[in-house]
């Protein structure tokens, strides 16, 4: 067996990221959503034999981000789970920086999102929106404005605080 390199193990795609899988309850749903809210470009799907999305991979912006349909085995053994079954909690954020969050967060209302935060400058440093899809998963959308150095950041913290 030859020598692995770094690019034949990770592929170009993934190479620098953690990449979020979540599931919901209906992905085909959640990937127009997410096309019509975020603009997202669907890659690929793999659909399950007994119908749903097994596995689909979408783009936001440069961020790559899979998901499929949880099925009632898998919450119930608590392997994979989609919010509603977590009585409409979660325990992830997901964060993407976008040019126009204000843009976004327009597009994400009309779509269907709740927004729980609108669009603000944040002390640091970024315009942020936070949102919940249809699907329950919380969203914070943020466009960069300017680079703030770690001793500004702590006192724009203390001076909001």
């Known amino acids: 067996m030859g020598e692995r390199t770094a690019h034949t193990d990770i592929p170009e795609r993934y190479?620098?990221?953690?990449?979020?899988?979540?599931?919901?309850?209906?992905?085909?749903?959640?990937?127009?959503?997410y096309r019509r809210a975020f603009g997202a470009r669907e890659d690929f799907r793999i659909d399950a034999p007994g119908g749903g999305i097994l596995h689909a991979e979408i783009t936001i912006g440069r961020s790559v981000l899979m998901l499929g349909d949880a099925s009632v085995e898998?919450?119930?053994?608590?392997?994979?789970?989609?919010?509603?079954?977590?009585?409409?909690?979660?325990?992830?954020?997901?964060h993407v920086f976008v040019p126009d969050v204000d843009g976004l967060a327009k597009r994400a209302e009309a779509a269907g999102a709740e927004i729980l935060q609108p669009p603000t400058d944040m002390f640091h440093?970024?315009?942020?929106?936070?949102?919940?899809?249809p699907q329950g998963h919380m969203w914070v959308f943020l466009t960069h404005l300017e680079d703030v150095t770690e001793e500004e950041l702590r006192r724009r913290l203390a001076a909001a605080g």
Do not use: N, Q, W
Not at 125 to 133: A, E, Q, S
């Open 15 to 33: 190479r620098y990221a953690v990449i979020p899988h979540i599931m919901v309850d209906d992905a085909a749903a959640a990937i127009d959503f």
């Open 74 to 94: 898998e919450a119930e053994a608590g392997s994979f789970a989609a919010p509603a079954s977590l009585g409409g909690g979660t325990s992830v954020t997901l």
């Open 125 to 133: 440093g970024d315009r942020t929106v936070i949102l919940k899809d």
